[in-house]
Each structure stands twice: as C-alpha cells, then as structure tokens.
C-alpha cells in the first residue's frame, strides 16, 4: 500500500467522524430489541409526529405562535398560499423550513453546488437577529401587478415568506425565529398597511 493511500483511508475517515459528529451519529453495535440483547420498544414510544395542516391569515406585523400537541419536535414546515396588497396586487407564495440539522447550498464551480456554510438551527453563534434557534428556510413567490403587469422572483433563503414591491421594496415578510415540540413562532416582520398575508401550514 502506498503512502497516498494510505493518506486518504485516512481522510475518509475523518470525514466520517466529522459527519458523525455534526448531527450527533453514534456507533451503535447490532441488537434486535428482543428483550435478550436489547430493550423491547413499545410502537407507542416510537411513533413520530402526527402531521398538522391549516390555513392562517396574517394582517399585522408581529410574533405569531402555532401550538403543537406532539410528543415529538417536527422537521418540516411548509407553507403556500397568497400575499394580496391594498390596490389589487396578487402574489403567490411558497416557503419551507427545516425544523432539524440543514446546510444551505453554496456556490462551488459554474456548474455545480454543495451543502455548506453554518449548519442550521443557528446555535453558536446565535443569529444576530434572531437568536438561537433559527432553522433553515427558503420562500418563492410570483406576482401579478394591479396594472396587468407580471413578474417574479425567486429567493433561496432566510424567510418562509418575503415579497418585494416593486423590487427593492419589502411589503410583507415572515420568518420561522424559534421551534420546539411544542410550538412554531413565526415573526411577521415586514407587513404593509392593508396588505395580507393566507398561508396554508403543513407541518411534519
């Protein structure tokens, strides 16, 4: 075996570990849960948690909180629906947030991406706005102007919800700041008089 080789069992295997140790993998040896070489499981204790789906319509800009009654956190919190301005404006909406261990994708080449930067939830350091507790989110929306005039624009990160009108200007924004087993806060930072956020929540 050559030294090069050797070289890379070894960087293979501190990716490993590095991996491992990111989101907390441990080596477990090989047990069936027979009650011999490991504890029964009871199906009550591991059931995951139950889906929950609605719609909320927000008409002011605060902090929002949506109670969950699980015994387990969620991992996914997706959302669609409409943003409607004070004159006629018409914006659809999508948005995401991984409510478990994420990365972003970050630029590598002009031809490809890779999971990267600050692992989300952002827990040291805490987010300079937020806290320490913010997970991963993304949002795109699509717009129809009063006047007849289309456009859109897609944003990867940061908001569950961010519309900008006309670009540049932020009239509506929300963001996933805190979660746990119990509860989702959503801060509608951003909310122009009149205008409406109707979002269609499916948590999982």
Known sequence: MTEEQIRQIVRDENNKMQRGDRFGFTNTNF??????????????????????????????????????????????????????????????????????????????????VIAGGPQYPFVEPAHPEYGSNIPMQSHVYYGQESAGGAFHTLTAGFHVVSVEYPKGTIYARMTVTDFSKDSITLEVETLATGWEINANFIIT
């Open 31 to 112: 047990h069936d849960h027979s009650g011999t070489n490991g504890v029964k499981i009871q199906q009550k204790n591991v059931t995951g948690f139950t889906p929950v789906s609605g719609a909320v319509t927000f008409a002011e800009a605060k902090s929002y909180i949506i109670h969950l009654n699980s015994n387990v956190a969620p991992t996914l919190l997706s959302l669609y629906g409409n943003v409607t301005g004070n004159s006629g404006q018409k914006f659809v909406i999508f948005g995401s947030a991984q409510l478990k261990p994420s990365f972003y994708l970050q630029a590598q080449t002009t031809s490809s």
